[in-house]
Antibody, heavy 126, light 111 residues
Framework: QLQLQESGPALAKPAETLALTCTVS??????????WGWIRQPPGKGPEWIGS???????YYNPSLRSRVTISVDTSKNQFFLKLNSVTAADTAIYYC??????????????????WGQGTLVTVSS | QSVLTQPPSVSGAPGQRVTISCTGS?????????VHWYQQLPGTAPKLLIY???NRPSGVPHRFSGSKSGTSASLAITGLQAEDEADYYC???????????FGGGTKLTVL
């Protein structure tokens, strides 16, 4: 059964870089046509898609975060990563990683997030 | 302001039927983009509940169903149970904004 687990610092200082790791178990991260994505959820609000990557060959980013975000994959470790630069208090949220895919190959308009990791709360504060 | 609009809250008594709406536009649901629904129990991660407008993943009870028409979609829950009390989110792809979007969420209260 596919499982994802986020890890990384719970606290980041303003203007610094937030860095998180998602470890995938139960399947190879490069075995099929899947994207791997990051989603965040500020306290009391709905989820916000951050970005998704496919084997370091292709990536999509939320236009509002594109200038500050990098998502990469390490297939040898079955992990993928999030880096968010120049963080502010507005970046405080629970950060989730998830498989981002559609039932029939890569069909952008049909892609869903499933399964999700348990999430990790990152607080931006000095 | 979310691209997909959901009512902030709905409620119903055990055994009743409730529906949650998700209103989009001609650049997301209206273009034919699939709508997916997620259930988020308190303190947990969202879990896929309905995919591709009206399909249930394995293990999701038949009490949950989805539909889509025009620029809107709906989630229906029949035979309401106390364990259904959760936040529900719709999700789709917006081709005008070039991003995957979520609704603002609906809190379901079982009376």
């Amino acid at each position: 059964q596919l499982q994802l687990q986020e890890s990384g610092p719970a606290l980041a200082k303003p203007a610094e870089t937030l860095a998180l790791t998602c470890t995938v178990s139960g399947d190879s991260i490069s075995s099929r046509t899947y994207y791997w994505g990051w989603i965040r959820q500020p306290p009391g609000k709905g989820p916000e898609w951050i970005g998704s990557v496919y084997n370091n060959w292709s990536s999509y980013y939320n236009p509002s975060l594109r200038s500050r975000v990098t998502i990469s994959v390490d297939t040898s470790k079955n992990q993928f990563f999030l880096k968010l630069n120049s963080v502010t208090a507005a970046d405080t949220a629970i950060y989730y990683c998830a498989r981002h895919h559609s039932v029939m190959g890569i069909l952008i308009a049909a892609m869903m997030f499933d399964p999700w990791g348990q999430g990790t709360l990152v607080t931006v504060s000095s | 302001q979310s691209v997909l609009t959901q009512p902030p809250s709905v409620s119903g008594a055990p055994g009743q039927r409730v529906t949650i709406s998700c209103t989009g536009s001609s650049s997301n649901i209206g273009t034919g983009s699939d709508v997916h629904w997620y259930q988020q129990l308190p303190g947990t991660a969202p879990k896929l509940l309905i995919y591709g407008n009206n399909n249930r993943p394995s293990g999701v009870p038949h009490r949950f169903s989805g539909s889509k028409s025009g620029t809107s979609a709906s989630l229906a829950i029949t035979g309401l149970q106390a364990e259904d009390e959760a936040d529900y989110y719709c999700q789709s792809y917006d081709s005008g904004l070039s991003l995957w979007v979520f609704g603002g969420g609906t809190k379901l209260t079982v009376l």
